[in-house]
């Protein structure tokens, strides 16, 4: 806004008390104290999985807390505007990692695409999907939430690809890896629920790379949480028999700011695609609400990413991802 008009509501609001300047400050407090425990929430997510939950939305908080803190300074309330401006900064703080740390790829180095997408299991748009896939031209296609509709709708675009390591499912927890390069893989289960993972291992002309695409239950309750994060954590643990490189894709249901997540990647010592190019949330993909970054794909160190882009609506309540990456 332009200095003179926010100069002239600033003067209405402080010259009319009790109606402008109030009504500010009241709304000003409101949105503080509320966006305020959301991130006095997120903060405490190792100790609760209630409190873990508010730590996914970081950008909306920090959102929330800036407006907050224009509205008090326009009601004069500078000690308000002074708490919501230091809050907004500490959501800002632990979101602005994503913006940060683009790498450059090795003189010389070869490159992988890949496209991991959450299809969702009851959605019967196949046609958007492969049009995404054939438009970009992946090396490495990873789903979740695959049923053996899904198999059988994609089995022409995949036509002349080795065979697909896949478990279907009539439930929301199928998984199906295509790839181009040479592969071998099998399906295993992490944590109490079983939910199956492709673990495949590459052949690329860079050398052997091995690719997990998964997709842990999401947090609904105490034991749906538990059972995500003893997921997260086994994926840990699987980590030193996949060799030196690795990727790691597929519907986490949790975001950059969860306690499991960074929990799985500091223990596997993975690296997230996604810092560098920002939050590019990916759910929900079916609601005119802004979204949260729940799809991902993480890396060992010596991979490089050179693109991480969101792809259209695909019929699902996920936006797929592309990602290209650099091998060693």
């Known amino acids: 806004m332009h200095p003179i008009g926010t100069q002239w509501l ?13 009504s500010l400050g009241a709304l000003a ?13 997120g903060f405490l997510g190792e100790l609760h999985w209630l409190l873990d939950l508010w730590s996914h939305f970081r950008v909306h908080a920090a959102a929330t807390l800036a407006v907050a803190t224009l509205l008090a300074m326009l009601a004069g309330r500078k000690r308000l505007a002074a708490t919501a401006f230091a809050l907004a900064v500490a959501n800002a703080a632990v979101v602005a990692p994503l913006f940060a740390g683009r790498r450059e790829a090795p003189a010389g180095a070869r490159t992988l695409k890949i496209v991991v997408a959450n299809v969702l299991t009851e959605n019967t748009d196949a046609a958007g999907l492969a049009a995404f896939i054939r438009a970009r031209d992946p090396d490495v296609v990873g789903l979740v939430e695959v049923s053996d509709r899904w198999l059988r709708d994609l089995a022409p675009l995949f036509a002349g690809w080795p065979e697909p390591v896949a478990e279907p499912r009539p439930d929301n927890f199928g998984v199906a890896l295509f790839s181009r390069v040479p592969m071998t893989g099998r399906i295993e289960r992490f944590g109490p629920i079983g939910e199956p993972t492709v673990v495949a291992r590459l052949e690329s002309a ?28 086994a994926l840990a643990a699987a980590r030193p028999a996949w060799g030196r490189s690795a990727v790691v894709m597929g519907d986490l249901n949790a975001t950059p700011w969860s306690a499991p997540f960074r929990r799985l990647v500091a223990r596997a010592g993975l ?24 799809d991902h794909v993480l890396l060992t160190p010596e991979l490089v990413p050179l693109r991480f882009e969101r792809g259209p609506a695909i019929g699902s309540d996920h936006f797929p991802l592309f990602v290209e990456i650099a091998l060693p």
Request: positive net charge; charged residues 15%.
């Open 10 to 22: 600033r003067r209405q609001a402080v010259g009319a008390p009790g109606t402008y300047s109030a």
């Open 29 to 41: 407090f409101v949105l503080t104290l509320g966006a305020g425990a959301v991130t006095a929430a």
């Open 271 to 294: 690296l997230d695609a996604r810092r560098g190019f920002g939050v590019v949330p990916t759910w929900p993909a079916n609601l005119p609400v802004p979204g949260i970054p729940i």
């Open 206 to 233: 860079a050398g052997p790379l091995t690719v997990v695409v998964t997709h842990p239950i999401p947090p609904m309750s105490r034991e749906t949480a538990a059972a995500r994060d003893a997921h997260l954590d």
